[in-house]
């Protein structure tokens, strides 16, 4: 967006942003051009402005909820920004922590400097993109925002920093951007924000859930945060602000029907978690929260459960009894099958099976070539397979999600 959201908030220009409303989320070219003949008086990239914010506000509302619908966003700043209730949930943190002060360099479109004032911080909130400023400012009213290298930026020895590091390398031809999982090829790069939280201990950093484990200070905590089973960062907290946490957590969230507030459904952690045994399968399979397994937790959740992983290195928990919903995906176990194609094919035509979902962990196996070698009829039941390892051997579990 290269118009100032100022400009975009003028009175003369309720009717434009009425029949941008009306339009359907995929505009087709003569819808484009019957909306610029109703508000002939608004200039073309105005009118190129105001289609582009409705449609992002109708993506961001899954997200933001009905914040989104007086928000500005960028395309970019929309895809990175903070899950609101992982946002809040920190900024909550930092406040039992007695911080008063925050300075989040690099603050895309706001989201994490919104959790914080509404939390009851004061942030400065830092970026270098003039128009990811703009639209952060117009996000942020009252608040100090400010254009500049982030790296720059001197924080009082006071205050508390929060960066997020962008992790975007380009854009595809749709105008979406490409994600870099290389820490240095971030912005700003990974080591200087371990630099930073070397230099200023209060730091907290988001990072991708998939950082490497070593790719972490040592002396750091660490949280792979997730909500409603999706994973959405690691929050990496140096050690200023570590007190209270173990080195490593998973903190399991449900949203309510407000995104910017959630429960949390379970916290996993560990210091020097012991490698949990394997053994036979038994009735129930858990499939961890993908936080639990990122975490590298899932010896802590098979202790809770009082179970056993399928096979060394998989991150399948096997039990005798229900584990609790809380942790992961669970499923009862109705069968126990050869993981060979013909025998899979014989087995689920006999119970007149015709569609599989396919869950695989441990074996090199392509899902959707599986299902075209199975040949399965047109019409009949659904089922669901987990195809693994169990004490060496590959298997196919037929099993019913509850």
Not at 128 to 149: H, K, R
């Amino acid at each position: 967006m290269a118009i100032d959201p100022a400009v975009l908030q003028s009175d003369h220009l309720r009717d434009a942003w009425e029949a941008a409303a009306a339009l359907p989320d995929e505009p087709a070219p003569r819808d484009l051009a019957a909306l610029r003949s109703a508000v002939r008086d608004v200039p073309g990239e105005t009118i190129t402005a105001i289609v582009q914010q409705t449609l992002l506000r109708r993506r961001a509302g899954a997200k933001f909820g009905r914040t989104a619908q007086s928000w500005y966003f960028t395309r970019a700043g929309l895809e990175q920004s903070s899950r609101p209730a992982a946002a809040v949930r920190r900024a909550r943190r930092l406040i039992e922590l007695g911080v008063t002060h925050l300075y989040d360099l690099g603050c895309g479109i706001g989201a994490d400097a919104h959790a914080a004032r509404v939390s009851g911080l004061s942030v400065v909130a830092v970026d270098s993109d003039p128009v990811t400023v703009a639209v952060a400012t117009a996000n942020l009213p009252g608040a100090e925002v400010i254009c500049a290298d982030a790296t720059t930026i001197a924080v009082p020895s006071d205050a508390a920093i929060f960066v997020d590091p962008a992790r975007r390398a380009g854009h595809r031809p749709d105008g979406s951007s490409v994600r870099t999982h290389a820490p240095e090829r971030w912005q700003p790069p990974w080591s200087w924000v371990t630099a930073t939280g070397a230099r200023h201990p209060r730091t907290v950093a988001k990072a991708a859930p998939g950082i490497p484990h070593e790719a972490i200070p040592i002396d750091c905590a660490t949280e792979w945060v997730s909500i409603d089973g999706d994973l959405v960062e690691a929050a990496v907290w140096f050690p200023g602000l570590t007190d209270g946490l173990p080195r490593r957590s998973a903190v399991l969230l449900r949203s309510g029907t407000d995104p910017w507030h959630s429960e949390t459904a379970a916290i996993l952690s560990s210091d020097d978690p012991q490698p949990a045994a394997s053994g036979a399968l038994g009735s129930w399979l858990l499939l961890p929260d993908p936080a639990i397994v990122r975490a590298g937790l899932v010896d802590v959740a098979c202790a809770e459960v009082h179970g056993r992983v399928v096979s060394p290195g998989i991150a399948y928990i096997t039990t005798d009894n229900e584990p609790p919903a809380r942790l992961g995906h669970r499923f009862r176990v109705e069968d126990v099958l050869p993981a060979r194609p013909k025998t899979l094919r014989r087995e689920l035509r006999n119970r007149g099976i015709a569609t599989v979902t396919i869950r695989t962990r441990g074996l090199a196996l392509d899902p959707q070539a599986l299902r075209r070698q199975l040949q399965l009829p047109a019409e009949g039941h659904a089922a669901e397979l987990v195809l693994t390892r169990s004490e060496g051997e590959a298997v196919a579990l037929l099993v019913r999600a509850v």
